[in-house]
């Protein structure tokens, strides 16, 4: 049966994992959001008179990714405050879609999953705000981890790697 290792061995205390004994390995998380817009407010977003609003709002959604990605141990209870080397937040506009890419590096001894999507979460959050002066008819949809790399085992695609300059 599997357990959940946020719970002590009664499975009702919660604790933070002991990663002491663990394997420091080089970790990559990619998370992905979505958020839908309704059609007329997706085509003022490709609009190319709109470009400049449009680009302050995808670029503080990126700068707001990052900062949920820094700020993942004080938001969620139980995650490690970890040493992050490298994280890039990438935002497209797909169709009605505002498709965000979240993907956290580090080397340590537990991975950055929580951080990837906290970021994609937290520039979803943001696009919304900032857009919601056009309509409050969005939706953020699947916030999913994509893939992650390092650790026990890997999973999914975490491609492209953070390049380092």
Request: charged share 30%.
């Given at each position: 049966m599997?357990?959940?290792?946020?719970?002590?061995?009664?499975?009702?205390?919660?604790?933070?994992?002991?990663?002491?004994?663990?394997?420091?390995?080089?970790?990559?998380?990619h998370a992905r959001a979505c958020l839908r817009f309704p059609p007329d407010v997706a085509a003022a977003l490709r609009d190319a008179a709109f470009m400049t609003q449009k680009g302050?709002?995808?670029t503080i959604a990126q700068i707001a990714g990052v900062m949920g990605v820094k700020a993942t141990s004080t938001l969620i209870p139980l995650c490690h405050p970890l040493q992050l080397t490298g994280c890039m937040v990438?935002?497209?506009?797909?169709?009605?879609?505002?498709?965000?890419?979240?993907?956290?590096?580090?080397?340590?001894r537990t991975g950055v999953e929580m951080e990837a999507l906290t970021g994609a979460s937290v520039a979803a959050l943001t696009i919304y705000d900032m857009c919601k002066a056009l309509t409050h008819d969005m939706v953020i949809r699947e916030v999913r981890l994509v893939g992650?790399?390092?650790?026990?085992?890997?999973?999914?695609?975490?491609?492209?790697?953070i390049a380092v300059p």
């Open positions: 599997p357990v959940l290792t946020h719970l002590d061995e009664s499975g009702e205390a919660p604790r933070m994992v002991d990663i002491a004994g663990k394997t420091i390995t080089e970790r990559h998380a302050a709002v995808l990438d935002i497209t506009i797909d169709g009605d879609d505002a498709i965000i890419d979240c993907h956290v590096r580090c080397t340590g992650k790399r390092g650790g026990k085992r890997d999973f999914g695609d975490t491609m492209p790697v």
